[in-house]
C-alpha cells in the first residue's frame, strides 16, 4: 500500500534529504549532496528563497519504508518575471515503480493546482538557478559540482505520466587533448583590442568580493533575463549563493570584464570537487569528510565553467573569448586534463558555436519538462 506523508522542516528532514543515498547505492557514479548544504536549502528561516515563495515536500511509503520523494513549488519571482501561471516540481526521486512516480506526480500537481496555477515545469529545486533539468544519456558518467544526477527511468516516466520536453541544456566537455589552442593564442590580441575600448578583465579580488558579488548579481539578471525558464535572482539569494560558492573558488580562475569601473561580464569556473565528494559516505563533511575534502582537492583533474554571461551591447567583443582563453589557461597550467561548460541551451547559439569552435564535445543533454494543468 502506497501512501503520502507531508513533511515539514525540520520533521523527518534527513529522512527526505538521505533517501536518495539509499537509491543510489552501489551506483560508482552516484555523488551524495552535501548534508549540511541540503538542510540550509530546505530550511526556510535560513534561505532567502522563502521571504518571496514557498515549497512543501513530500515522502512516498510503501508500507514503512520511504520508496519516493517529492517537493511541490511556487515561485513568485519566476510567476512575476515571466508572467506565466506555472509551479515547479522538483527534489524528485523514487524507486523504479511508475505507481510511485505517478503517485508523486499526481501530489505535486494537485498541490500546483491548488495554488490556483495552469502549468507544471520541472524538474527544478527551487529554480533553474539552483540545480535542475534530467539528463537523458551518459547515466555511466559522474556528475560535475553542481550539477544533478539521475536515474534513467526518470524521463521515462516524466513522458508516460504525460510532461512533454519544454527545453534541451548541453553539457560540453572540453578535452585537453583535443582542445583548439588557437583560443589560448589570441586572448592576449582580444585584450589588448578591449582595452583600446576602456574595457579590462581581472580576476576576483577576495578583498573586495562583497561588492564583486553584488555587481555580478545585476550582470546575471540582465545578461540570462531572456533565457527560458530563467529566473531573476533576489540580491540575498544571489549573495547567499557567492558566500556558499566562496569557501570552495580558486579567485584566480574568475573572471570579471569591466568598462569604467562597472561589471559588464563574468565567468566563473571551479575545480570539480565532486572527484573529492564521491567519496564522501552520504554526504557527511563531518567529522573526517572534512578532511578528505581539505586534502583531496590536490589530485583534482577536472573543472567546470558554471556561469559565463555578458550583457546586451558587450557581446561578440571578445570578452567570451577572453573567458574561455584565459579559463583554457588556467586548467593547461594546473593540471586539469577536462572542463564542463554547462548548462547551455539548446537555442543559445552564440555560446554553442563559440564551444564548438574550441573543439569542445557534447556529452551530456539534460531536459527540462513540462505540462499544462
Known amino acids: 500500500m502506497l501512501r503520502i506523508e507531508k513533511i515539514v522542516y525540520p520533521h523527518k528532514i ?9 537509491l543510489y547505492k552501489g551506483d560508482p557514479a ?4 552535501i548534508y549540511l548544504g541540503q538542510k540550509d536549502l530546505l530550511n526556510p528561516k535560513k534561505h532567502p528563497f522563502y521571504e518571496h515563495s514557498k515549497l512543501d515536500m513530500f515522502l512516498c511509503y510503501k508500507d514503512d519504508k520511504i520508496v519516493g520523494r517529492i517537493a511541490a513549488i511556487r515561485n513568485n519571482n519566476h510567476i512575476k518575471s515571466s508572467g506565466k501561471q506555472e509551479g515547479f516540481f522538483g527534489f524528485f526521486e523514487c524507486i523504479e515503480d511508475y505507481e510511485v512516480a505517478k503517485l508523486l506526480f499526481d501530489t505535486a500537481k494537485d498541490w500546483i493546482k491548488k495554488e490556483g496555477l495552469t502549468g507544471i515545469v520541472g524538474p527544478t529545486s527551487f529554480s533553474t538557478n539552483e540545480i535542475f533539468a534530467w539528463h537523458i544519456d551518459a547515466f555511466d558518467i559522474p556528475p560535475m559540482m553542481s550539477m544533478g544526477y539521475n536515474k534513467s527511468y526518470y524521463p521515462k516516466f516524466a513522458e508516460q505520466y504525460g510532461f512533454k520536453k519544454k527545453v534541451d541544456l548541453f553539457a560540453y566537455l572540453i578535452s585537453r587533448d ?4 588557437k583560443s589560448i593564442r589570441v586572448t592576449n590580441a582580444f585584450e589588448e583590442r578591449l582595452k583600446n575600448k576602456g574595457i579590462t578583465i581581472r580576476t576576483v579580488n577576495m578583498k573586495t568580493f562583497k561588492e564583486d558579488a553584488e555587481q555580478a548579481n545585476d550582470v546575471y539578471n540582465a545578461a540570462w533575463e531572456k533565457n527560458d525558464a530563467f529566473v531573476p535572482m533576489t540580491k540575498k539569494e544571489f549573495m547567499h549563493l557567492a558566500n556558499d560558492m566562496k569557501m570552495i573558488m580558486d ?17 566563473f569556473s571551479f ?22 575534502l581539505l586534502f583531496g ?15 546586451e551591447g558587450y557581446r561578440k567583443m571578445g570578452i567570451e573569448a577572453c573567458f574561455y582563453g584565459k579559463t583554457m ?8 586534463t577536462n ?8 537555442s543559445n547559439t552564440m555560446m554553442n558555436q563559440g564551444l564548438i569552435n574550441i573543439n569542445a564535445e557534447v556529452y551530456k543533454t539534460y531536459r527540462l519538462y513540462e505540462m499544462p494543468l
Not at 573529492?276 to 563533511?285: C, D, F, H, P
Not at 582537492?297 to 550583457?311: D, P, S
Not at 572542463?339 to 539548446?346: D, K, N, R, V
Open 339 to 346: 572542463a564542463e561548460a554547462s548548462l547551455i541551451l539548446e
Open 329 to 336: 589557461q588556467w586548467c593547461k597550467d594546473h593540471g586539469i
Open 178 to 181: 583535443k582542445m583548439n589552442e
Open 297 to 311: 582537492r590536490k589530485g583534482i583533474k577536472k573543472a567546470r565553467i558554471v556561469v559565463l554571461g555578458v550583457i
Open 271 to 292: 575545480p570539480d570537487i565532486n572527484q573529492v565528494l564521491i567519496k564522501v559516505k552520504r554526504g557527511r563533511l563531518l567529522p573526517m569528510g572534512i578532511f578528505k
Open 14 to 22: 534527513k529522512d527526505f534529504i538521505d533517501f536518495p543515498h539509499e
Open 251 to 267: 579567485p584566480t580562475l574568475c573572471f570579471l570584464a569591466e568598462h569604467e569601473g562597472k561589471i559588464v561580464g563574468f565567468s
Open 30 to 33: 552516484y555523488v551524495p549532496e
